[in-house]
């Protein structure tokens, strides 16, 4: 019985720390590649685990049972993959038991690591002004960007904390920024029109989805990989529609 209780802990300990790693935006392999590395320092040599962006399935050996974990929401959180990583670490290196990692691991599932909201506005709004100098816009077009790029995080934030439906907000944020962006050259508070909304629906763009796509596709994971590059297609249509239909009227 102690021993069975032992391994179930183990096995929760390597699947919850799979399903952090996903749910916080990393790539399936190296979701894959930590749990094997958890569970063969621990003895367990005939593990085998299959990633997907939605669920994990994980086996500790042939004659152990299979266990499977559902992911539900992804996001990116690169701090929840870097502590995850380092519990990995730990454990790998001898440094942390099963029983203290499990628990480390728990602290860093119930811990929100994200800034406050008003935080995350501002610096959305920051880098919208930001990228409008990098697509060479003009300086005196960076308050519209500053404003439409504030104001589009705001909208896609509430539209999406309403209906967890993350396309529909991109849509809805990309459609505000549009807006403002059209106002803001049609009353003289800025210049160039694309380059305002450029700039200020980057904080929008999905570049971490895209980039993990690219990587998993790269390692081989095909499903995920193609799993990851239509999620990212499609937020990039939202965005897109969501401008094309202010540029229409």
Not at 92 to 116: G, H
Request: glycine residues 8%; charged residues 15%; aromatic residues 12%.
């Amino acid at each position: 019985m102690a021993h069975n209780k032992e391994e179930e802990l183990a096995i929760n300990c390597f699947l919850l720390a799979g399903r952090l790693l996903v749910q916080s935006g990393a790539e399936t392999y190296r979701a894959e590649d930590t749990m094997m590395r958890m569970a063969q320092s621990q003895g367990y040599v005939d593990a085998q685990s299959f990633v997907t962006p939605t669920g994990i399935i994980f086996s500790a050996g042939h004659e152990r049972p299979t266990r499977i974990a559902q992911i539900p929401s992804r996001t990116t959180d690169l701090e929840k993959i870097s502590l995850v990583n380092n519990v990995s670490r730990g454990l790998t290196s001898k440094q942390l038991t099963v029983e203290k990692a499990y628990e480390e691991l728990l602290r860093i599932e119930r811990t929100n690591f994200f800034f406050p909201v008003w935080v995350q506005i501002l610096a959305s709004a920051i880098a919208s002004a930001c990228f409008l100098i990098l697509f060479k816009g003009i300086y005196a077009d960076m308050p519209a960007a500053f404003v439409a790029g504030g104001i589009g995080f705001i909208v896609f934030y509430a539209i999406h904390s309403l209906t967890r439906v993350k396309f529909f907000a991109e849509f809805t944020g990309a459609l505000f920024v549009g807006i403002i962006a059209f106002f803001s050259v049609e009353f003289g508070f800025g210049a160039e029109l694309d380059k305002i909304i450029i700039g200020s629906v980057m904080p929008l763009v999905p570049g971490v989805p895209i980039a993990n796509a690219v990587r998993d596709l790269m390692a081989g994971h095909f499903v995920s990989g193609v799993a990851k590059g239509v999620e990212a297609f499609l937020t990039a249509t939202a965005i897109g529609a969501g401008v094309a239909l202010v540029l229409a009227f």
